[in-house]
Antibody, heavy 117, light 107 residues
Framework: EVQLVESGGGLVQPGGSLRLSCAAS????????MGWVRQTPGKGLEWVSN????????YYVDSVKGRFTISRDNAKNSLFLQMNSLRVEDTAVYYC??????????WGQGTPVTVSS | DIQMTQSPSSLSASVGDRVTITCRAS??????LNWYQQKPGKAPKLLIF???SLESGVPSRFSGSGSGTDFTLTISSLQPEDFATYYC?????????FGQGTKVEIK
């Protein structure tokens, strides 16, 4: 059974940092592109970042470029999102998701991130 | 960026009804269009990928159609477990973008 379990969310002040992790199991992690998607009540679902199987191709939404870094450790079946210079508008539930056929076919349960002073 | 516009934003329907949700892309998305279902407090679930391909395990009452800029999700006979919010998403170009969602409520 495919499982994706996020961790690392929490409350942080504006300008602070958080590192999200996603532990994957039930599939050959190194064979799949992975991504992060966030959701806010106001803006709905927003794609954040994708990373290729070997980490050699990475994409970000413009609003997080230069502040967020996606990475993966295929030996540990783990996906990460380092979030720096956090802003109030980064407040959201962050989902880790596996790429299917140009889609996200499996999602984690999400980890909430709140940026507030 | 490709903007995705869903209509309606919400609808009320009864069990057994045929429900149609539309999604329009601001630029052609070929058939790189996916549909997700989300229930409160849960992660989105993939229903349809590549505009019309049914994800494994998804009931056949769900179907998708369209290409280019206009796409449709149809539920042929609404079931109680189908009351949820539905999102379209394009994966034709970066940034991948989602529609604003369509909430299907009980009439």
């Amino acid at each position: 059974e495919v499982q994706l379990v996020e961790s690392g969310g929490g409350l942080v002040q504006p300008g602070g940092s958080l590192r999200l992790s996603c532990a994957a199991s039930g599939f050959t992690f190194r064979s799949y592109w992975m991504g992060w998607v966030r959701q806010t009540p106001g803006k709905g679902l927003e794609w954040v970042s994708n990373i290729k199987t070997d980490g050699t191709q990475i994409y970000y939404v413009d609003s997080v470029k230069g502040r967020f870094t996606i990475s993966r450790d295929n030996a540990k079946n783990s996906l990460f999102l380092q979030m720096n210079s956090l802003r109030v508008e980064d407040t959201a539930v962050y989902y880790c998701a596996r790429h299917g056929s140009w889609s996200f076919d499996y999602w984690g349960q999400g980890t909430p991130v709140t940026v507030s002073s | 960026d490709i903007q995705m516009t869903q209509s309606p934003s919400s609808l009320s329907a009864s069990v057994g009804d045929r429900v149609t949700i539309t999604c329009r892309a601001s630029q052609t998305g070929n058939t790189y269009l996916n549909w997700y279902q989300q229930k409160p407090g849960k992660a989105p679930k993939l229903l349809i990928f590549a505009a019309s391909s049914l994800e494994s395990g998804v009931p056949s009452r769900f179907s998708g159609s369209g290409s280019g800029t206009d796409f449709t999700l149809t539920i042929s006979s609404l079931q109680p477990e189908d009351f949820a919010t539905y999102y379209c998403q394009q994966s034709f170009s970066i940034p991948w973008t989602f529609g604003q969602g369509t909430k299907v409520e009980i009439k």
